[in-house]
């Protein structure tokens, strides 16, 4: 139900944009969410838009990456900027299973349906 893309190999300094499409489902009334998985790390965090379209990131990335979404679409994006090797992961899109929820805190346990991921690689 969940469709991630625009992953691949950048050199520090690039930029790259993640789409995420959902079908199957109307997610207005929910966050999107993505996180991300380095090797050898727990999937974290990165960003979340809520139903009312209030933004929330990770501090590592405040500042350099941006999500939007389309609900006319069902379609998230995440506009990443100024890419380091430390954003190296592979990335997930999920939604989150609270309705109509607004707040800052989003946990993998909070997430109802996943992407498959997309890997982002940035070279030094």
């Known amino acids: 139900q969940l469709q991630a893309s625009g992953g691949g190999l950048v050199q520090a300094g690039g930029s790259l944009r993640l789409s995420c499409a959902a079908s199957?489902?109307?997610?207005?009334?929910?966050?999107m969410t993505w996180f991300r998985q380095a090797p050898g790390k727990e999937r974290e965090f990165v960003a979340a838009?809520?139903?009312?379209?209030?933004?929330y990131y990770t501090d590592s990335v405040k500042g350099r990456f941006t999500i939007s979404k389309d609900n006319a679409v069902n379609m998230v994006t995440l506009q990443m900027n100024s890419l380091k090797p430390e954003d190296t992961a592979v990335y997930y899109c999920?939604?989150?299973?609270?309705?109509?929820?607004?707040?800052?805190?989003?946990?993998?346990?909070?997430?109802?349906?996943w992407g498959k991921g997309t890997l982002v690689t940035v070279s030094s």
């Open positions: 999920a939604t989150d299973r609270r309705a109509y929820y607004n707040g800052p805190e989003y946990y993998t346990q909070d997430m109802e349906f």
């Open positions: 199957g489902h109307t997610f207005s009334a929910y966050a």
């Open positions: 838009i809520s139903w009312r379209s209030s933004r």
